[in-house]
């Protein structure tokens, strides 16, 4: 028997540019039909011919960075349903912040499990920084026993601190004694991640590297350059501190090394300006036989150094001058850019702001935005003529095949009832408020959009309701490839 049934909506999916009216059966959590004219259910919903979008994989997420990992779960997955996220895939890693504790991740890991369970709104997953020598022995391991096929590097953190210059990184990073994390380090990382492809062949196609691509002693030199001259201050200043060119160096570096070991699966991830998705470009062509996927963030296409909300914008790469955001547009709407993310990273008022409050230096980097995720892509890509079908697969189909959820990523026969309901036409202005985030501001105050994610189904739960969260934790660990 039918168990829920979604009528009178538009199904927005990957493989069409334009909506199709239909008719959406859902049985057990798995979608059974999509078609016109159906009947028959034990409750039926009816979408008011809304478009009904697949639900949004937000493939860069950090929770528990700044607040403990049981809090986030519940408060950012809640956040995350709002828009239209139904999983969320989150970065984890020893070291400080997160859990601050190193050692293996035999160990780790399942306390990271055990502090989520239960708690999420949105079904979720992990990826996984090998931090040390160690961890990257435990490869093997964590894409067999736990599920995590999808791995990390932070280019920058050898020499450079989350927030800004560091003296101290081996402290930072909890590594054993005598251990660096270095460009030696990433080589060993990317021969171990191209070990488990060839270890593991059926799963090979979704096991991958991910890369922060932006270059520490770049960084370095240019925060004090922007320091000593004082002709900048706040988001300005920040992004002169960590300039494009840093980024692009950064893609070129880790393009050859992963020529150099052979791995064939490489994510470059938040790609914030014109230089850094140039160089994207440049090393795909030079290196054909590798699968490049390039990310940018909502953060990235929606404000740039003069719009945003103050210094709460502050993240790493920066928030880039109008130029930049405009050379990302170019690159979404020519199919350069794999999929568009919120790296959601909670950041409490107390916590981010520094003294001087006003200091863009001393303020910690990362900011919320899962709820704006969606309804943002589609105020400002439609704008710019993006098809609906490509936002579904910029939001939804690209990152779920990449990152081994089988099940997710389309409105079709088979996979899950993740599924989102959008209003096309309610135009509505940002406020920090009326988050279920615990962040108390966000870098979108005041942002007209001009879509609103009214209603999301997890597995055909429904967890926003006309849009407000209801019912209780439904979210899954999804171990991977599912």
């Not at 919120?342 to 910690?364: I, N, Q, T, W, Y």
């Not at 409105?411 to 036409?425: E, Q, R, S, T």
Request: proline letters at 5%; a negative charge.
């Amino acid at each position: 028997m039918t168990e829920l049934l979604l009528k009178n909506v538009k199904v927005v999916t990957h493989d069409h540019d334009e909506p199709v009216d239909a008719d959406i059966a859902v049985s057990d959590g798995r979608i059974v039909r999509v078609e016109p004219g159906l009947s028959g259910a034990g409750e039926v919903v009816d979408g008011g011919g809304k478009l009904a979008f697949p639900g949004v994989v937000d493939a860069h997420q950090h929770w528990g960075i700044y607040n403990p990992l049981p809090d986030d779960t519940e408060s950012e997955s809640r956040a995350s349903a709002q828009g239209g996220v139904t999983t969320a895939l989150t970065y984890m890693r020893t070291g400080q912040y997160y859990l601050n504790k190193g050692g293996s991740y035999a160990d780790f890991f399942p306390e990271v499990l055990g502090q989520a369970e239960g708690r999420a709104y949105v079904d979720y997953g992990f990826h996984l920084a090998p931090m040390s020598s160690g961890h990257i022995g435990e490869l093997p391991d964590l894409v067999e026993r736990f599920g995590v096929p999808s791995f990390k590097i932070f280019m920058f953190y050898g020499g450079h601190g989350l927030h800004g210059r560091s003296d101290d990184q081996r402290a930072f990073l909890m590594l054993p004694e005598g251990e660096r994390y270095d460009y030696a380090h990433f080589e060993f990382v990317m021969r171990g991640v191209q070990a488990a492809r060839e270890r593991f062949p059926d799963l090979a196609g979704e096991i991958s590297l991910s890369l922060h691509c932006e270059t520490a002693e770049i960084m370095t030199a240019y925060t004090k350059l922007v320091e000593e001259a004082g002709d900048l201050s706040g988001l300005a200043a920040y992004s002169a501190s960590r300039p494009p060119h840093s980024e692009g160096l950064a893609v070129f570096i880790a393009s050859y090394l992963a020529h150099e070991t052979g791995l064939a699966n490489v994510n470059l991830l938040h790609l914030s300006s014109r230089k850094a998705l140039d160089a994207a470009v440049r090393m795909a062509a030079t290196f054909p036989h590798i699968d490049f996927r390039r990310e940018v963030t909502i953060g990235h296409l929606l404000a740039d150094v003069e719009t945003a909300s103050g210094i709460g914008a502050k993240v790493n790469p920066p928030i880039r001058p109008r130029e930049d955001v405009e050379a990302l547009w170019e690159y979404v709407l020519d199919g350069t850019v794999d999929w568009v993310v919120s790296d959601h990273a909670c950041c409490r008022d107390e916590l981010k702001f520094g003294d001087p409050r006003e200091d863009v230096f001393v303020a910690k980097a990362g900011f919320g935005g899962a709820e704006y995720l969606l309804p943002g892509l589609i105020t400002e890509g439609r704008r710019r003529g993006l098809p609906y079908g490509r936002i579904a697969a910029l939001t939804s189909w690209n990152p779920a095949k990449r990152y081994g959820l089988r099940t997710k990523g389309t409105i079709a026969p088979g996979f899950d009832a993740d599924i989102c309901l959008v209003d096309p036409g309610q135009t509505w202005t940002v406020r920090a408020q009326e988050s279920e985030s615990t962040q108390e501001y966000t870098p979108f105050e005041g942002f007209e959009l001009t879509a609103k994610v009214t209603d999301t189904f997890v597995r055909g739960n429904h967890v926003l309701d006309a849009g407000k969260i209801v019912g209780r934790p439904v979210g899954r660990y999804v171990s991977r490839p599912a």
